[in-house]
């Protein structure tokens, strides 16, 4: 590492990154994987050198929400896969915010991938492996005890101040955010954003040629992988 900052024990490990306790109880290092996992990790393999590449983009995106008034858990860069962050206890909800029609949504519908809904729809995900992530209502999520109807609503409310700070971004530097994932957890009872924001976490198209710039390549076989999170990095990060 680079950085005085000493690594400890590891306390969480997940599909796409690794977090280790550090001296101080709450501040963890969040360590970024170069595996890839599709479909409930029924299908895996490697995109090499994704975990930097996420690492990266991820932080550019995260000062980005912070200069916009949106709390992140980041608090600074320490090497090329680590960044330290503020440690948070999970909400078990994934909110999803779709500008276009794609995915899960299109199977779901039978809609066509591309339709433009007539705004940003919000979807939330209950977090459970075991369940393959379902989707859920906010009763839904209540009823759970995965979080209070307050809570809920905020976590809505910073999902779309989010969506509205990357549409313009992504549009400035050619890329349509067609859809995202984000997680929300509790520091000292405020709720920061957290996790990461990448091509694992987002589906992001060229404007001009509609190509797919995220993990669909990886999801559908349809290869350049790795040239897709390259260029998305170097449209983010301008390099």
Same mark, same amino acid.
């Given at each position: 590492?680079?950085?005085?900052?000493?690594?400890?024990?590891?306390?969480?490990?997940?599909?796409?990154?690794?977090?280790?306790?550090?001296?101080?109880?709450? &501040?963890?290092?969040? $360590?970024? =994987?170069?595996?890839?996992?599709?479909?409930?990790?029924?299908? !895996?393999?490697?995109?090499?050198? =994704?975990?930097?590449?996420?690492? +990266?983009?991820?932080? !550019?995106?995260? &000062?980005?929400?912070?200069?916009?008034?949106?709390?992140?858990?980041?608090?600074?860069?320490?090497?090329?896969?680590?960044?330290?962050?503020?440690?948070?206890?999970?909400?078990?909800?994934?909110?999803?915010? #779709?500008?276009?029609?794609?995915?899960? &949504?299109?199977? !779901?519908?039978? /809609?066509?991938?591309?339709?433009?809904?007539? $705004?940003?729809?919000?979807?939330?995900?209950?977090?459970?492996?075991? /369940?393959?992530?379902?989707?859920?209502?906010?009763?839904?999520?209540?009823?759970?005890?995965?979080?209070?109807?307050?809570?809920?609503? +905020?976590? %809505?409310? $910073?999902?779309?101040?989010?969506?509205?700070?990357?549409? =313009?971004?992504?549009?400035? #530097?050619?890329?349509?955010?067609?859809?995202?994932?984000?997680?929300? *957890? /509790?520091?000292?009872?405020?709720?920061?954003?957290?996790?990461?924001?990448?091509?694992?976490?987002? !589906? /992001?198209?060229?404007?001009?040629?509609?190509?797919?710039?995220?993990?669909? +390549?990886?999801? %559908?076989?349809? *290869?350049?992988?790795?040239?897709? $999170?390259?260029?998305?990095?170097? +449209?983010?990060? *301008?390099?």
């Amino acid at each position: 590492m680079t950085d005085t900052i000493q690594r400890g024990r590891q306390i969480y490990e997940g599909k796409a990154k690794i977090l280790y306790e550090t001296d101080d109880p709450d &501040l963890v290092i969040q $360590y970024f =994987k170069d595996e890839a996992t599709a479909f409930n990790a029924l299908k !895996r393999g490697v995109i090499e050198g =994704k975990g930097v590449l996420n690492n +990266r983009i991820s932080e !550019r995106l995260f &000062l980005l929400l912070e200069g916009e008034g949106i709390p992140t858990h980041f608090i600074r860069h320490l090497s090329d896969r680590e960044m330290l962050v503020k440690r948070l206890k999970i909400f078990p909800v994934e909110v999803i915010v #779709r500008n276009l029609v794609a995915g899960s &949504l299109a199977k !779901r519908l039978g /809609l066509e991938e591309g339709r433009t809904p007539p $705004y940003p729809l919000v979807e939330f995900n209950y977090k459970n492996d075991a /369940l393959g992530d379902p989707l859920i209502t906010e009763d839904h999520a209540v009823l759970l005890g995965a979080a209070t109807p307050d809570q809920l609503q +905020r976590m %809505r409310a $910073y999902a779309l101040r989010v969506n509205d700070v990357l549409l =313009k971004f992504f549009d400035e #530097r050619g890329l349509l955010l067609v859809d995202f994932k984000l997680e929300f *957890g /509790l520091h000292k009872g405020e709720i920061l954003l957290g996790d990461e924001i990448c091509p694992d976490t987002c !589906r /992001l198209w060229d404007k001009q040629t509609m190509e797919k710039l995220d993990k669909d +390549r990886f999801r %559908r076989d349809l *290869g350049k992988v790795e040239e897709a $999170y390259q260029e998305v990095c170097r +449209r983010v990060c *301008g390099e």
